[in-house]
């Protein structure tokens, strides 16, 4: 749930600043105060709509419901949302940047927008899962066959997208094995060794070499014929001969090293060490590198393998396929035969909760449909001859209030629910029937409501009103006494008398019980 909300610079309004409790909470007002740019802020800290204050941010209770991954400790009971907007607005997770993609991905779960007509509301997939909310309490047994049905049928879509992938390459093996083939040959004629191309251009750059190093070798040695005249002197003037002769010594054994270096250079094929670079250097050229080469003949001889016992395992694979699907066929003809028991159950549910709202009963529409990880059915709903593409604003509103109720109850669904004038061009007993079932869904769901009906706001638990003066919107909650004021002013307008207040009264009582 929301606990608190702080928005800076907000169109309209300077600062905002207001805590939440549970359950359902009105937001009233006169038109134009900046009631809907109040919930447009509340909705672009879930990424539902986009930012227009300066800072705004949420204070949320931890929820089950959210999965925080690495945006904060799994222990911590609250999480802050952010928004922040200078030049680009960028959104905050617990003060970690996030994308507002991600954002909206994380706390969909967690907060719904019912505002402007959306089908994906009534889809069919949405009433599959409500069908099946029905049949496990129907049958403890039944989440165990929906599960074992999901395991079943992502082993089926991995195996049939194997099979598939087999069979192509079934139709060009006898071509996959001659490339295959070739390109092992290629690499073999070539045999290369991983590091052989260094070795070789080492070489190259010695025998670039031999003659300047023969030379300087040959002129460097004329040092040796001084030897015997330097030890003479050193021992005429006493000094230590040791570290000359040592010095001498080394010298003599890194030249020997040279000369024998050169006599090796000397038997080295020039041309053949010129050839053997060039052969490697098409190697990398084709591949990238001696190491990537031979990473490359690896794999194909590993595909090779594989398309020379293709017919064996696809023959097998293709076995499996098969028993799989006729598993799927039955436990999908089971489940869909207790969600067809479980529909008319759930009719009973959400008809009660319709006939509260003066509309007519509504029966779902269980057809069959091509196997898909949901089973095999498709859902619409009739009212009395309308689907849900055809049902109006109205209708689809209060149909998704009584799916939602009827969900809440017999799954316990929770959340936050952010509600644009549901209440709207209704009549007065219609309204009635709304705002008591909002306050039923309350129990489980935070609600927010924006509402000019004076039935929604005197069921709501908290009572926000926004209003503007001199340019400026502001935003309170309201204690008792100002909430009959409110209520007064929506009934009969701003010179609603004592016999509005009256009604403001007996309305909130009538609620409160």
């Given at each position: 749930?929301?606990?608190?909300?702080?928005?800076?610079?907000?169109?309209?309004?300077?600062?905002?600043?207001?805590?939440f409790?549970?359950?359902?909470?009105?937001?009233?007002?006169?038109?134009?105060?900046?009631?809907?740019v109040?919930m447009?802020?509340?909705?672009?800290?879930?990424?539902?709509?986009?930012?227009?204050?300066?800072?705004?941010?949420?204070?949320?209770?931890?929820?089950?419901?959210?999965?925080?991954?690495?945006?904060?400790?799994?222990?911590?009971?609250?999480?802050?949302?952010?928004?922040?907007?200078?030049?680009?607005?960028?959104?905050?997770?617990?003060?970690?940047?996030?994308?507002?993609?991600?954002?909206?991905?994380?706390?969909?779960?967690l907060?719904?927008?019912?505002?402007?007509?959306?089908?994906?509301?009534?889809?069919?997939?949405?009433?599959?899962?409500?069908?099946?909310?029905?049949?496990?309490?129907?049958?403890?047994?039944?989440p165990?066959?929906?599960?074992?049905?999901?395991?079943?049928?992502?082993?089926?879509?991995?195996?049939?997208?194997?099979?598939?992938?087999?069979?192509?390459?079934?139709?060009?093996?006898?071509?996959?094995i001659e490339?295959?083939?070739f390109?092992?040959?290629?690499?073999?004629?070539?045999?290369?060794?991983?590091?052989?191309?260094?070795?070789?251009?080492?070489i190259?750059?010695?025998?670039?070499?031999?003659?300047?190093?023969?030379?300087?070798?040959?002129?460097?040695?004329?040092?040796f014929?001084?030897?015997?005249?330097?030890i003479?002197?050193?021992?005429?003037?006493?000094?230590?001969?040791?570290?000359?002769?040592?010095?001498?010594?080394?010298?003599?054994?890194?030249?020997?090293?040279?000369?024998?270096?050169?006599?090796?250079?000397d038997?080295?094929?020039?041309?053949q060490?010129?050839?053997?670079?060039?052969?490697?250097?098409?190697?990398?050229?084709?591949?990238?590198?001696?190491?990537e080469?031979?990473?490359?003949?690896?794999?194909?001889?590993?595909?090779?393998?594989?398309?020379?016992?293709?017919?064996?395992?696809?023959?097998?694979?293709?076995?499996?396929?098969?028993?799989?699907?006729l598993?799927?066929?039955?436990?999908?003809?089971?489940?869909?035969?207790?969600?067809?028991?479980?529909?008319?159950?759930?009719?009973?549910?959400?008809?009660?909760?319709?006939?509260?709202l003066?509309?007519?009963?509504?029966h779902?529409?269980?057809?069959?449909?091509?196997?898909?990880?949901?089973?095999?059915?498709?859902?619409?709903?009739?009212?009395?001859?309308?689907?849900v593409?055809?049902?109006?604003?109205?209708?689809?509103?209060?149909?998704?209030?009584?799916?939602m109720?009827?969900?809440?109850?017999?799954?316990?669904?929770?959340?936050?629910?952010?509600?644009?004038?549901?209440?709207?061009?209704?009549?007065?007993?219609?309204?009635?029937?709304?705002?008591?079932?909002?306050?039923?869904?309350?129990?489980?769901?935070?609600?927010?409501?924006?509402?000019?009906?004076?039935?929604?706001?005197?069921?709501?638990?908290?009572?926000?009103?926004?209003?503007?003066?001199?340019?400026?919107?502001?935003?309170?909650?309201?204690?008792?006494?100002?909430?009959?004021?409110?209520?007064?002013?929506?009934?009969?307008?701003?010179?609603?008398?004592?016999?509005?207040?009256?009604?403001a009264?007996?309305?909130?009582?009538?609620?409160?019980?």
């Amino acid at each position: 749930m929301i606990e608190r909300f702080y928005a800076k610079n907000l169109v309209g309004f300077e600062t905002l600043e207001l805590e939440f409790v549970p359950g359902l909470i009105a937001v009233t007002g006169p038109s134009g105060a900046g009631k809907s740019v109040f919930m447009q802020a509340l909705l672009a800290l879930f990424g539902l709509a986009d930012a227009t204050a300066e800072v705004s941010e949420a204070l949320l209770k931890r929820s089950d419901l959210v999965s925080l991954e690495s945006y904060a400790a799994q222990e911590e009971d609250e999480m802050t949302v952010r928004a922040v907007k200078r030049e680009k607005v960028r959104y905050f997770l617990n003060d970690l940047t996030i994308s507002k993609k991600r954002l909206r991905e994380i706390l969909s779960p967690l907060v719904r927008h019912i505002s402007q007509r959306s089908n994906n509301e009534l889809s069919s997939q949405l009433l599959v899962e409500l069908l099946d909310a029905m049949a496990a309490v129907e049958d403890a047994g039944y989440p165990r066959k929906l599960s074992r049905f999901r395991e079943h049928y992502a082993e089926f879509r991995d195996k049939s997208g194997r099979l598939e992938k087999m069979r192509e390459d079934e139709k060009r093996v006898r071509e996959l094995i001659e490339f295959a083939e070739f390109e092992i040959k290629k690499i073999d004629e070539a045999a290369p060794r991983a590091g052989e191309d260094e070795e070789l251009m080492a070489i190259k750059r010695k025998l670039s070499k031999k003659e300047k190093i023969g030379e300087a070798i040959a002129k460097a040695s004329r040092i040796f014929e001084s030897e015997d005249d330097v030890i003479e002197a050193l021992g005429m003037i006493d000094a230590d001969t040791t570290l000359f002769t040592e010095a001498m010594n080394t010298l003599r054994a890194e030249f020997e090293r040279g000369e024998e270096m050169l006599e090796e250079l000397d038997g080295i094929d020039v041309e053949q060490v010129l050839d053997r670079i060039e052969t490697l250097a098409d190697l990398k050229r084709r591949y990238g590198s001696i190491e990537e080469a031979l990473a490359y003949r690896d794999e194909k001889v590993r595909e090779l393998e594989y398309l020379r016992n293709i017919d064996h395992e696809l023959g097998s694979l293709a076995e499996e396929v098969e028993k799989l699907a006729l598993i799927l066929e039955k436990e999908a003809q089971n489940i869909s035969t207790d969600r067809r028991a479980a529909a008319g159950k759930v009719e009973h549910f959400i008809n009660r909760y319709l006939s509260e709202l003066r509309m007519p009963p509504l029966h779902f529409r269980v057809q069959t449909k091509p196997l898909d990880s949901t089973g095999i059915d498709a859902v619409d709903i009739d009212l009395e001859g309308s689907s849900v593409k055809t049902l109006s604003g109205g209708e689809f509103n209060r149909i998704r209030l009584a799916l939602m109720l009827c969900k809440s109850e017999l799954a316990g669904g929770e959340g936050i629910l952010l509600i644009d004038e549901i209440d709207a061009n209704v009549s007065g007993d219609e309204s009635i029937a709304i705002a008591k079932l909002l306050k039923t869904l309350s129990k489980n769901y935070q609600i927010v409501a924006i509402s000019h009906q004076p039935h929604l706001t005197a069921a709501a638990k908290e009572h926000i009103l926004v209003t503007k003066e001199g340019g400026r919107s502001r935003a309170k909650r309201l204690d008792a006494k100002e909430r009959v004021g409110e209520i007064a002013r929506m009934i009969a307008g701003e010179r609603g008398g004592e016999e509005a207040r009256s009604l403001a009264k007996n309305l909130l009582q009538e609620f409160a019980e």
